[in-house]
């Protein structure tokens, strides 16, 4: 077979792969997502690619640290980008057999971007001013509505596939292509949908173009950051919603991941995820310019509907076995 | 065993020591504990390398009925925890020991606390268990006053612990009381022998009269109003050996008991068991998001963790009784994992804690902040044991909440609905809890380490002595070892696991560096991920060159246009916690006053704005108080019968004279 290779060097370069998808992809449907709500307001927009210029533009700037800071600020980025991108390189996005895929497991993902989220939190408390710790609290009480939606529905696929682990997940959906239009699928999908507009700082829950101090969320909390640093967590939260993006796209629909050793599979595998990866973004962005933002106070009701329906997936789920 | 008992003699030595005077006090009484921890540690890991029984009957030590105690891998277990803990306790002492702590009285009781909770996992009768299980209770009530013996707090909190924990231990004696009266002797392996004849409603009464003493001594919702009181007003050592040992002896009483000596029982047990750690659990982890007292927030993440305990056990036992023998040693292996884990990080918590009250004089995280500068060892240490806490891959809390879903999970293969109740609880417990710890430990690190001082006592703090350092420091190795070779821990625990079970053809775990699953597919591998995470970030230090060589810049922080940022407009850990305060309003019944003074002149202008806010127990304000109450009254009113004639005195007893006669005949 032309393209076959040994196993561990495919696994690499499958999650090298993955890994620099993510980098790129995540930033541009970032800035993809301003485009459209750009296009749909009756403006021009700034290009696709505004993010990654940004970033290669912080990169080269000075670091600067707020008075008060400790350790943690600087230490802050690289947690966030060093958790986010190992789960990239061990979830199922490109292919079922990444490197260290036996260990992606649900409760490693969601525990290694809640690693991140407390990063970002303590980083946000750590220069000691009122924005930081505004930014922190919210950020911290919607993550922790947020993330057990996002357990409890991927344990409703889990229970389904006998096994929690993801690649196995998805593996095991490619053999039962009947799952994909389950009930239980349906709930989990949606509460997953929630819990991503919650988890990226998405409209109705954040609005990631604001900078006006008493509405932010996600920019109060990294207000200290300046320079490399910034650019950091900039990428660190950019990739953190391609992963999820990505996450959502293969559990449920996880045509064209690749399951063999080649190249041409990888490549396919590739462009199916960019392909599903906009789609998601597209649907997300018309919901962002026809929603306003929620009243923080309300919020919570919106998560715990999300919550809800993912204990309903998981019931649904023994139910109809 | 022969080297447990040397342990436990070195304990009880020490007890003795403290008579000795003050020069020499501290140094031989801590000297002696700690050997005798550290024996107590080598017996205990013994006994669960090898998953050997030893059984020791001496008729002299106590009158009557003797001293029966006997070392098996799941007493050992819980020997290990306390042992190892205590070991780390009497070395901190050497160092946090103030006036108070270093008097004969306190040193011995701690002596005697460590030497009880060394002893009730090997008692092996009623009477040796009862009267270790006592000895620790009195103990440690009186450890409670010895550090604030004047403060009003630590009085009533002393009362509420010991009104508890003998509620509790009269629960317990009337279950066994049940079991032996109609079971042949009082040694476990006697009753171990009769349970089977037993008729199951006995045993299920005895087991539920058992399981109300036990769980109120693991904290157990609603039997928990005397943890978040206790833990806090103990010296730090003390809480920590609460926390980490005797709470988890709880536990210990549920497992031994209802899998060992009766035998698995019914899957409601388990049912009963599983919900007590479910709502629990939940209880805890949202108390713990609002605590504004360092120590509280550990006291309530306690009933946290061991509500998740309890949800393993009750997971286990319900899969047994299904017939499920393999996930049921999972569940039970992971529930036991975690009380290891959770003696390391919680232990270590206390310890910092004790650090920080010790050198700021307070224990309110509104009034402290910016240690990480002044005390870096100590907010590493309590960063690491929130690390855990908040089950960061790689390190133990981690490990153990991964193989606990692992059970969970694989629970939902069985199809009865007991069972599914049991394991759907168990999951959204422990997917909840998972978020809200996080919430308390970034609360009570970010606020208390991190920013700038808020009071004269956080800014002129200071590090703690090299033993304290030390102590923090072992209790902290644990998390790593669980975290990233839990493979290795996890054969013992097992073999704890299997106590009282049917033998199963093989193990369900697979035993290599990280954690795998026999039957399932599923699998951990925290050391290999560790490195790729080092990895990542040792590349994004070479690409990047902005962050690896030059030095950053000192600016102020953002002010809005503000020149002055001053301490006082920082987040609080009031204010950080209110928006889930306000989302869980219902359950926490917060007591909220706004008091505004105005201007005499004009009342649109204010003088002074005071707010304040409570989150006391709900639990306690309206389910115990009404009780207290009218017990209270019941009393008063009891108190008229009394009116000092000695007529009306002999007019009772005749009545009761009659009224006896009557019903008799």
């Keep these: 077979m032309i393209g076959s290779v040994s196993s561990i060097t495919y696994e690499s370069v499958a999650s090298v792969l993955q890994v620099l998808l993510i980098v790129v992809l995540g930033p541009l449907l970032v800035g993809f997502m301003a485009k459209v709500k750009a296009r749909a307001e009756g403006r021009i927009g700034a290009p696709v690619t505004q993010v990654l210029r940004d970033l290669r533009k912080l990169l080269t700037k000075e670091r600067l640290h707020a008075r008060h800071a400790s350790v943690v600020l600087a230490l802050a980025p690289l947690v966030i980008v060093g958790a986010t991108t190992v789960a990239v390189a061990i979830s199922p996005l490109v292919t079922t057999r990444p490197l260290l895929g036996q260990s992606a497991d649900i409760l490693v993902i969601v525990y290694l971007l809640l690693t991140g989220s407390v990063a970002s939190a303590l980083a946000g408390l750590d220069a000691g001013t009122a924005f930081g710790g505004m930014g922190s609290s919210r950020a911290m009480t919607i993550g922790a509505l947020s993330e057990p939606a996002l357990l409890v529905a991927v344990i409703a696929l889990s229970i389904q596939s006998g096994t929690s682990n993801l690649p196995g997940i998805v593996s095991a959906t490619m053999n039962h292509p009947d799952w994909v239009s389950g009930p239980s699928r349906l709930l989990a999908l949606v509460a997953l949908v929630i819990v991503v507009i919650a988890e990226t700082g998405r409209l109705p829950v954040d609005n990631p173009s604001t900078h006006l101090e008493l509405t932010m969320i996600h920019e109060a909390m990294v207000l200290e950051y300046a320079g490399p640093e910034l650019a950091l967590v900039t990428l660190g939260a950019a990739m953190r919603l391609g992963l999820l993006f990505a996450l959502i796209s293969n559990l449920f629909f996880p045509w064209g991941i690749a399951r063999n050793f080649s190249y041409v599979a990888l490549l396919v595998g590739s462009a199916a995820l960019v392909a599903k990866t906009i789609v998601i973004a597209l649907g997300i962005a018309l919901v962002e310019i026809r929603s306003a933002k929620l009243r923080l106070f309300r919020l919570p009701e919106l998560l715990a509907g999300g919550f809800v329906l993912s204990v309903l997936a998981v019931i649904t789920g023994l139910v109809t076995r | ?665």
């Design chain 2, 1 to 665: 065993m022969t080297l447990l008992l040397w342990g436990l003699a070195c304990c009880a030595l020490a007890a003795a020591a403290a008579s000795l005077p003050s020069t020499y006090r501290l140094g031989v009484t801590t000297t002696l504990g700690a050997v005798g921890c550290a024996l107590a540690l080598g017996a205990s890991l013994d006994t669960l390398l090898r998953g050997s029984v030893a059984t020791v009957h001496t008729a002299r030590l106590l009158p009557m009925f003797g001293l029966t105690l006997s070392l098996d891998p799941l007493g050992a277990l819980f020997v290990l925890a306390a042992a190892f803990v205590g070991f780390a306790c009497c070395i901190y002492c050497v160092g946090y020991a103030r006036d108070e702590m270093r008097s004969r009285s306190a040193l011995a009781l701690l002596m005697t606390f460590i030497f009880a909770l060394l002893a009730v996992p090997i008692a092996a009768s009623i009477v040796s268990f009862l009267f270790s299980w006592e000895l620790m209770a009195v103990s440690s009530m009186l450890l409670i006053l010895t550090d604030q013996r004047h403060s009003r707090d630590a009085r009533s909190a002393s009362l509420w612990y010991g009104v508890m924990t003998q509620l509790g231990a009269a629960s317990i004696l009337l279950g066994f009381l049940l079991l032996t009266t109609h079971g042949g002797g009082q040694s476990f392996a006697d009753l171990r022998h009769h349970a089977s004849m037993l008729s199951p409603t006995l045993r299920s009464f005895a087991f539920a009269l058992t399981l109300l003493g036990f769980a109120s001594k693991a904290g157990a919702v609603p039997l928990h109003v005397w943890l978040p009181k206790a833990h806090p007003e103990a010296p730090s050592p003390v809480s920590a050996l609460m926390s980490s040992a005797m709470v988890a002896l709880g536990v210990y009483g549920i497992i031994r008991v209802g899998v060992d000596l009766l035998g698995g029982g019914t899957v409601w047990w388990w049912v009963a068991v599983a919900s007590f750690g479910a709502v629990s659990a939940l209880y805890g982890a949202l108390h713990a998001t609002t605590a504004t007292d360092v120590k509280r927030l550990l006291a309530y993440s306690t009933i946290d963790i061991l509500g998740l305990v309890l949800v393993g056990v009750g997971a286990a036992g319900a899969l047994v009784d299904t017939g499920h023998l393999g996930v049921g040693e999972l569940a039970l292996t992971a529930a036991l994992l975690l009380v290891l884990a959770h003696a390391g990080f919680k232990g270590a918590l206390f310890l910092a804690a004790g650090s920080v009250e010790r050198s700021t004089g307070t224990r309110n995280l509104d009034r402290l902040g910016g240690l990480i500068h002044t005390m870096p060892f100590t907010a590493g240490m309590f960063a690491l044991g929130a690390c855990s806490i908040m089950a960061v891959p790689t390190l133990s809390g981690f490990s153990s909440e991964w193989l606990l879903l692992q059970g969970l999970l694989h629970g939902f293969r069985d199809q009865s609905t007991p069972t599914l109740i049991v394991m759907l609880a168990g999951v959204v417990a422990l997917a909840l809890t998972g978020g809200l710890t996080a919430v308390a430990f970034v609360k009570a690190f970010g606020i208390g380490f991190l920013g700038q001082a808020r009071s004269r006592g956080a800014l002129d703090s200071f590090d703690a002595p090299p033993t304290m350092k030390v102590a923090m420091a072992i209790l902290v190795v644990p998390s790593f070892v669980i975290g990233l070779v839990p493979g290795l821990v996890v054969p013992l625990v097992e073999r704890a696991a299997r106590v009282g079970q049917a033998p199963i053809p093989s193990s369900p775990v697979l035993h290599g560096i990280g954690l795998g699953l026999s039957h399932f597919r599923g699998a951990i591998e925290p050391t290999v991920l560790l490195v790729a995470f080092v990895v990542v970030i040792l590349l994004l230090l070479a690409f990047s060159r902005g962050l690896a060589n030059r030095k950053a810049r000192r600016v102020d922080a953002w002010g809005c246009g503000r020149d002055v940022q001053t301490s006082r407009m920082q987040y609080t850990a009031t204010s950080f916690a209110e928006p889930l305060q306000r989302v869980f309003s219902d359950v926490l019944r917060p007591q909220t006053d706004v008091e505004v003074t105005h201007v005499a002149e004009s009342r649109y202008y204010e003088q002074s704005l005071r707010y304040r806010n409570r989150v006391s127990d709900a639990l306690e304000q309206h389910g115990y108080r009404p009780l207290i109450d009218a017990t209270l009254s019941i009393g008063r009113a009891a108190r008229r019968l009394q009116n000092g004639s000695v007529h009306r005195y002999l007019a009772f007893g005749f009545v009761a004279l009659l009224v006896v006669l009557v019903v008799l005949a």
